[in-house]
């Protein structure tokens, strides 16, 4: 089984970036499509984007399309999520996910990571 750590959150003012890294250990994910998500305060967890095993598809939620892009280096057995211009409504808990049959279906996904808050001040 893998297990998946994300790190990378923190408090950022609106406007501003942050990388998230969700290190994966125990098996390598070289053959695992991997997503990002999150979980703001009552609200239902969202899906934000993905990556194919082979790295060369990506794909994106609306809400996120052209500000976040992720990314993967099967190397480091690690995920990455670059966030640009953040958002107040960004705020919330992001998650990392492994081997995912579906890809914006959580559901679908085999593992995921502790989590990691994002704040973004306005």
């Known amino acids: 089984q893998v297990q998946l750590v994300e790190s990378g959150g923190g408090l950022v003012q609106a406007g501003g970036s942050l990388r998230l890294s969700c290190a994966a250990s125990?098996?390598?994910?070289?053959?695992?499509?991997m997503g990002w998500f999150r979980q703001a305060p009552e609200k239902e967890r969202e899906w934000l984007a993905a990556?194919?095993?082979?790295?060369?598809?990506?794909y994106y939620a609306d809400s996120v399309k052209g500000r976040f892009t992720i990314s993967r280096d099967n190397a480091k057995n690690t995920v990455y999520l670059q966030m640009n211009s953040l958002k107040s409504e960004d705020t919330a808990v992001y998650y990392c996910?492994?081997?995912?049959?579906?890809?914006?279906?959580?559901?679908?996904?085999?593992?995921w990571g502790q989590g990691t808050q994002v704040t973004v001040s306005s």
């Open positions: 996910a492994a081997d995912g049959l579906y890809l914006s279906q959580g559901n679908t996904y085999r593992a």
């Open positions: 125990g098996r390598t994910i070289r053959n695992y499509n």
């Open positions: 990556i194919d095993w082979s790295g060369g598809n990506t």
